[in-house]
């Protein structure tokens, strides 16, 4: 695995090499108008700033890095200062898994620490098989950013507010896509903070509202965005970043297809569009030529069913997140609620949101971990979700050489989940009933069929998306079935007298 991570490397290698240069060489004006690599800097100042500060160190190790015109430039040295510089900032992830293992309730006792929820927990968010790949063998930087995340949620746990808020309002200007989960942060505090006290029936009492409470809050805001836009700002160029940070010319569906709704939306257009063929209802000269050979490209066309615009996922996105933040704010259940409605908004945004990466999967799973170990319903919801999650990260990582490391992975950390939750809630009823554990059986021959069987056919050559295609609808089916079960079960709940109380 070693030997494999430090001699191999992605896409993304030359995408954070390429923001290693542009930051060190160039000014701050010149931060987002540079394009002399198709890989543009896309994210928010802060994270450019992180780049600027890596390239410092980076410099030590291979100066020809920091070079904007060495276009795919690779050197040992630079695998190995990349690769180091992940697991060197993977130390906030791992102080962040111990602060949320404090937040865990320890009412279920055991006598073997291997059976406690927090040990369990801990290796849930260290071992996550997603993060792993993600940022270890593709590469990216996402396990600091995820800890900056869980710092976050264990600070609201702890109700230090103002803390959870700070570390939530750098996250967003580190990486956009946590936008995401802002309504659960928003109304959590809101709820939780600005209002300062219940009634006996769990209502609100409007007449606690905290005038100093809202503007704390409202002060870490506008610092925190002064501090990252600011300068921006100044050099009239906000519109400018906005567009690198939102582009939205770059299609519906990332080159891979999350499994999401819209997976699902296209793969029915391809089969309305085969289905038209064959009956002579369809025009063959008139089909978009990338609708059916590439089906994997940035700028999916559809021929049968309607073009999806960006507003239409965004308006898809608020309606499915509504209910949740209803719940956070007429159902309180304190930080299991938050938990609950920070799942549901990023799984909402991952099933109709625009341009969806696979890899988003991850924001929806971390924070269930801390779920799953506390009650069987939400362990049998994670098994759902991570198995078919992760499943779909799998054309992440394409080559021979990677294949038996990824399933030797996946298998490693699936067996453990399902083993040590199982062993968590014993006494309870099976976390899955007979037809989910079918359904994520079947995981195994769509494997064989993608890896082994397909290539060996005469269709590779005239329909490469196919392998993708499947296993991009076939996680999609289950991640909605993880979202949708989720959603039923958080909208059933009853509230504990208790629970409103406080």
């Not at 040990?119 to 063998?137: K, T």
């Not at 453990?416 to 021959?445: D, G, M």
Request: proline letters at 6%; one cysteine or more; a positive charge.
């Amino acid at each position: 695995l070693l030997i494999q991570t430090f001699c191999s490397y992605s896409t993304d290698f030359e995408v954070h090499r390429n923001w290693l240069a542009i930051t060190h060489n160039l000014p701050l004006s010149q931060w987002y108008y540079e394009a002399t690599s198709e890989w543009t800097l896309d994210y928010p100042p802060f994270f450019a700033w992180f780049e600027y500060a890596l390239s410092h160190v980076a410099k030590y190790f291979d100066p020809k890095m920091l070079v904007i015109e060495n276009l795919n430039y690779t050197s040992r040295a630079t695998i190995f200062f990349q690769r180091f510089s992940v697991i060197f900032t993977d130390i906030l992830f791992i102080y962040a898994v111990r602060e949320c293992c404090r937040c865990v309730n320890g009412k279920r006792a055991a006598k073997d620490i291997l059976e406690k929820p927090t040990f369990i927990l801990a290796v849930l968010l260290l071992w996550n098989f997603g993060l792993l790949i993600v940022d270890h063998i593709h590469f990216q930087y996402n396990g600091f950013l995820f800890g900056l995340m869980l710092l976050s949620v264990a600070r609201l746990c702890q109700k230090r507010y103002l803390e959870g808020a700070l570390l939530f309002a750098v996250l967003l200007h580190f990486k956009h896509i946590y936008m995401y989960v802002a309504p659960a942060y928003g109304i959590y505090l809101l709820r939780s903070y600005c209002f300062t006290a219940n009634n006996a029936d769990g209502s609100l009492k409007w007449r606690s509202f905290s005038f100093l409470h809202v503007t704390l809050l409202g002060l870490i805001v506008c610092l925190v965005s002064a501090l990252s836009l600011g300068p921006f700002i100044v050099l009239g160029q906000l519109p400018q970043v906005i567009s690198r940070l939102f582009p939205f010319k770059r299609g519906l569906c990332h080159a891979y297809w999350a499994p999401n709704f819209w997976a699902l939306y296209n793969a029915m257009d391809k089969a309305l569009t085969i289905f038209g063929l064959k009956c002579n209802f369809l025009d063959p000269t008139k089909i978009p030529k990338a609708s059916m050979t590439g089906g994997l490209v940035q700028e999916f066309q559809h021929t049968v069913l309607p073009s999806v615009t960006p507003l239409a996922t965004l308006i898809c996105t608020f309606i499915s997140i509504l209910p949740s933040v209803f719940c956070l704010w007429f159902k309180p259940q304190g930080p299991r609620g938050f938990l609950q409605c920070l799942v549901l908004c990023a799984l909402s945004s991952f099933m109709f949101g625009w341009h969806v990466h696979e890899k988003a999967i991850l924001l929806a799973i971390l924070p269930l971990s801390l779920l799953s170990v506390q009650r069987a319903k939400d362990a049998g919801i994670y098994l759902i979700l991570t198995t078919t999650g992760h499943f779909s990260l799998f054309p992440l990582l394409f080559t021979p050489p990677e294949l038996p490391i990824k399933i030797l992975l996946m298998l490693l950390f699936t067996v453990y989940s399902f083993s040590s939750l199982k062993s968590l809630f014993r006494r309870e009823r099976p976390l899955l009933n007979w037809l989910e554990t079918i359904y994520l059986a079947q995981l195994v021959p769509l494997e064989i069929f993608c890896e082994i069987i397909f290539p060996l056919t005469p269709w590779k050559g005239h329909f490469p998306f196919v392998p993708l295609l499947l296993t991009s609808v076939y996680c999609a089916l289950g991640v909605a079935y993880a979202w949708l079960k989720l959603y039923v079960s958080v909208l059933t709940e009853r509230i504990p007298v208790r629970h409103k109380a406080e």
